[in-house]
Protein backbone atom coordinates (compact mmCIF):
# COMPACT_ATOMS: atom_id res chain seq x y z
CA UNK A 1 0.00 0.00 0.00
CA UNK A 2 1.07 3.13 -1.07
CA UNK A 3 1.93 5.75 2.23
CA UNK A 4 0.68 8.92 0.72
CA UNK A 5 -1.71 11.50 2.61
CA UNK A 6 -4.92 11.74 1.24
CA UNK A 7 -4.80 15.75 1.16
CA UNK A 8 -1.49 15.38 -0.84
CA UNK A 9 -3.77 13.07 -3.24
CA UNK A 10 -6.41 15.50 -3.18
CA UNK A 11 -4.54 18.14 -4.81
CA UNK A 12 -2.47 16.54 -6.68
CA UNK A 13 -5.02 14.94 -8.67
CA UNK A 14 -6.88 18.50 -8.62
CA UNK A 15 -3.50 20.21 -10.06
CA UNK A 16 -0.72 18.27 -11.02
CA UNK A 17 -2.40 15.31 -11.89
CA UNK A 18 -5.22 16.48 -13.04
CA UNK A 19 -7.61 13.68 -15.76
CA UNK A 20 -7.64 15.79 -18.64
CA UNK A 21 -4.45 17.65 -18.25
CA UNK A 22 -1.75 15.44 -17.53
CA UNK A 23 -3.50 12.21 -18.38
CA UNK A 24 -5.75 13.80 -21.15
CA UNK A 25 -9.16 11.48 -20.08
CA UNK A 26 -12.55 13.09 -20.60
CA UNK A 27 -11.39 14.59 -23.20
CA UNK A 28 -14.87 14.26 -25.72
CA UNK A 29 -17.37 16.24 -23.48
CA UNK A 30 -14.81 18.49 -22.65
CA UNK A 31 -14.44 19.73 -26.03
CA UNK A 32 -18.54 19.71 -26.76
CA UNK A 33 -19.48 21.22 -23.72
CA UNK A 34 -16.60 23.40 -23.17
CA UNK A 35 -18.73 26.28 -24.99
CA UNK A 36 -20.48 28.23 -21.69
CA UNK A 37 -19.71 28.12 -18.79
CA UNK A 38 -23.20 27.42 -16.78
CA UNK A 39 -23.22 24.22 -18.75
CA UNK A 40 -19.67 23.52 -18.26
CA UNK A 41 -20.00 24.17 -14.25
CA UNK A 42 -22.89 21.95 -14.43
CA UNK A 43 -21.36 18.87 -16.36
CA UNK A 44 -18.76 19.40 -13.99
CA UNK A 45 -20.92 19.25 -11.14
CA UNK A 46 -22.32 16.12 -12.25
CA UNK A 47 -18.72 14.60 -13.48
CA UNK A 48 -18.08 15.28 -9.74
CA UNK A 49 -20.56 14.16 -7.95
CA UNK A 50 -20.34 11.02 -10.36
CA UNK A 51 -16.78 10.21 -9.43
CA UNK A 52 -16.63 10.62 -5.89
CA UNK A 53 -19.41 7.84 -5.44
CA UNK A 54 -18.60 5.64 -8.30
CA UNK A 55 -14.72 5.66 -6.46
CA UNK A 56 -16.42 5.04 -3.01
CA UNK A 57 -19.10 1.85 -5.17
CA UNK A 58 -15.90 0.64 -6.84
CA UNK A 59 -13.34 0.40 -3.93
CA UNK A 60 -15.64 -1.60 -2.16
CA UNK A 61 -16.80 -3.48 -5.09
CA UNK A 62 -12.76 -4.51 -5.64
CA UNK A 63 -12.13 -5.21 -2.25
CA UNK A 64 -14.67 -6.77 -0.52
CA UNK A 65 -15.69 -8.95 -3.41
CA UNK A 66 -13.64 -9.41 -6.77
CA UNK A 67 -10.16 -9.84 -4.80
CA UNK A 68 -11.26 -12.35 -2.19
CA UNK A 69 -13.11 -14.18 -4.97
CA UNK A 70 -9.95 -14.04 -7.32
CA UNK A 71 -12.19 -12.07 -9.76
CA UNK A 72 -9.60 -9.04 -10.15
CA UNK A 73 -9.83 -10.09 -13.83
CA UNK A 74 -13.64 -8.85 -14.02
CA UNK A 75 -12.39 -5.10 -13.06
CA UNK A 76 -13.08 -3.65 -16.26
CA UNK A 77 -16.82 -5.24 -16.87
CA UNK A 78 -18.30 -4.58 -13.19
CA UNK A 79 -16.63 -1.01 -12.91
CA UNK A 80 -18.73 0.10 -16.18
CA UNK A 81 -21.69 -1.80 -14.97
CA UNK A 82 -21.49 0.07 -11.90
CA UNK A 83 -20.92 3.41 -13.21
CA UNK A 84 -23.78 3.38 -16.28
CA UNK A 85 -25.86 2.31 -13.17
CA UNK A 86 -25.07 5.15 -11.24
CA UNK A 87 -24.93 7.89 -13.60
CA UNK A 88 -28.72 6.51 -14.96
CA UNK A 89 -29.63 7.37 -11.41
CA UNK A 90 -27.87 10.68 -11.74
CA UNK A 91 -29.69 11.28 -14.80
CA UNK A 92 -33.32 10.17 -13.67
CA UNK A 93 -32.78 12.73 -10.75
CA UNK A 94 -31.83 15.44 -12.93
CA UNK A 95 -34.40 15.14 -15.29
CA UNK A 96 -37.07 15.55 -12.20
CA UNK A 97 -35.29 18.27 -10.31
CA UNK A 98 -32.84 19.70 -12.34
CA UNK A 99 -35.38 19.98 -16.18
CA UNK A 100 -32.89 22.95 -17.43
CA UNK A 101 -29.30 21.65 -16.42
CA UNK A 102 -30.94 17.78 -17.71
CA UNK A 103 -31.67 19.82 -21.32
CA UNK A 104 -28.63 21.98 -21.55
CA UNK A 105 -26.30 19.18 -20.78
CA UNK A 106 -28.26 16.45 -24.13
CA UNK A 107 -26.60 13.44 -24.78
CA UNK A 108 -23.48 14.61 -22.73
CA UNK A 109 -25.39 13.47 -19.48
CA UNK A 110 -25.57 9.74 -20.47
CA UNK A 111 -22.42 9.88 -22.01
CA UNK A 112 -20.80 10.14 -18.11
CA UNK A 113 -20.84 6.54 -18.77
CA UNK A 114 -18.48 6.30 -20.85
CA UNK A 115 -16.73 9.29 -19.79
CA UNK A 116 -12.75 7.65 -19.32
CA UNK A 117 -12.01 9.80 -16.73
CA UNK A 118 -14.87 7.97 -14.40
CA UNK A 119 -13.41 4.75 -15.65
CA UNK A 120 -9.73 5.62 -15.24
CA UNK A 121 -9.98 7.05 -11.68
CA UNK A 122 -11.55 3.72 -10.51
CA UNK A 123 -8.60 1.44 -12.44
CA UNK A 124 -5.72 4.48 -10.64
CA UNK A 125 -7.03 3.14 -7.39
CA UNK A 126 -7.04 0.03 -7.67
CA UNK A 127 -3.66 -0.30 -9.77
CA UNK A 128 -1.70 2.50 -7.13
CA UNK A 129 -3.54 0.55 -4.27
CA UNK A 130 -5.27 3.23 -2.66
CA UNK A 131 -6.86 2.82 0.19
CA UNK A 132 -10.30 3.59 1.04
CA UNK A 133 -9.54 7.94 2.21
CA UNK A 134 -6.81 7.83 -0.60
CA UNK A 135 -9.49 6.64 -2.84
CA UNK A 136 -11.81 9.32 -2.00
CA UNK A 137 -9.63 12.19 -1.90
CA UNK A 138 -8.63 10.88 -5.57
CA UNK A 139 -11.74 10.95 -6.35
CA UNK A 140 -13.62 14.16 -5.21
CA UNK A 141 -10.20 15.65 -6.60
CA UNK A 142 -10.11 14.54 -9.52
CA UNK A 143 -13.56 15.36 -9.96
CA UNK A 144 -13.09 18.85 -8.93
CA UNK A 145 -9.89 19.18 -11.05
CA UNK A 146 -12.13 18.10 -14.21
CA UNK A 147 -14.63 20.72 -13.10
CA UNK A 148 -11.84 23.83 -12.59
CA UNK A 149 -10.33 22.45 -16.54
CA UNK A 150 -13.87 22.63 -18.26
CA UNK A 151 -14.60 25.36 -16.29
CA UNK A 152 -11.96 27.26 -17.22
CA UNK A 153 -11.86 26.23 -21.39
CA UNK A 154 -15.47 27.52 -21.20
CA UNK A 155 -14.37 31.02 -19.79
CA UNK A 156 -11.61 31.37 -22.44
CA UNK A 157 -14.25 30.07 -25.06
CA UNK A 158 -16.56 32.55 -24.40
CA UNK A 159 -14.06 35.57 -24.76
CA UNK A 160 -12.58 34.45 -27.87
CA UNK A 161 -15.86 33.71 -29.06
CA UNK A 162 -16.17 37.18 -31.07
CA UNK A 163 -12.58 37.09 -31.99
CA UNK A 164 -11.64 36.63 -35.78
CA UNK A 165 -9.30 33.61 -35.71
CA UNK A 166 -7.89 32.02 -38.80
CA UNK A 167 -10.28 29.33 -40.51
CA UNK A 168 -8.48 26.78 -39.85
CA UNK A 169 -7.93 27.17 -35.77
CA UNK A 170 -12.11 27.85 -35.73
CA UNK A 171 -14.03 25.32 -33.34
CA UNK A 172 -11.78 22.24 -32.28
CA UNK A 173 -8.64 23.51 -33.39
CA UNK A 174 -8.16 26.21 -31.44
CA UNK A 175 -10.08 24.40 -28.12
CA UNK A 176 -7.32 21.85 -28.40
CA UNK A 177 -4.76 24.52 -28.76
CA UNK A 178 -5.96 25.95 -25.41
CA UNK A 179 -6.01 22.66 -23.85
CA UNK A 180 -2.45 22.13 -24.49
CA UNK A 181 -1.47 25.30 -23.24
CA UNK A 182 -3.94 25.20 -20.20
CA UNK A 183 -2.02 21.56 -19.69
CA UNK A 184 1.55 23.17 -19.95
CA UNK A 185 0.46 26.05 -17.34
CA UNK A 186 -0.60 23.52 -15.01
CA UNK A 187 2.77 21.58 -15.33
CA UNK A 188 4.09 24.48 -13.31
CA UNK A 189 2.54 23.15 -10.28
CA UNK A 190 4.34 20.01 -10.69
CA UNK A 191 7.33 20.52 -8.75
CA UNK A 192 4.69 21.50 -5.60
CA UNK A 193 2.99 17.72 -5.44
CA UNK A 194 3.55 14.93 -7.47
CA UNK A 195 1.26 11.50 -7.25
CA UNK A 196 2.26 8.14 -9.17
Not at 169 to 192: D, K, N, Q, R, V
Request: hydrophobic content about 55%.
Amino acid sequence: MIDINPLVIFFASIFTNNMILSNFLGMCSFIAVSGEIKTSLGLGQAVTFVLTFTTILNYFIYHYILAPFGLEYLRFIVFIISIAAFVQLVEMVMDRYFETLHYALGIFLPLITVNCAILGVSLFMVIRDYNFYQSLAFGVGSGLGWTLAITAMAGIRTKIKHAKLPKGLEGPGITLIITGLMALAFIGFSGIVQIQ
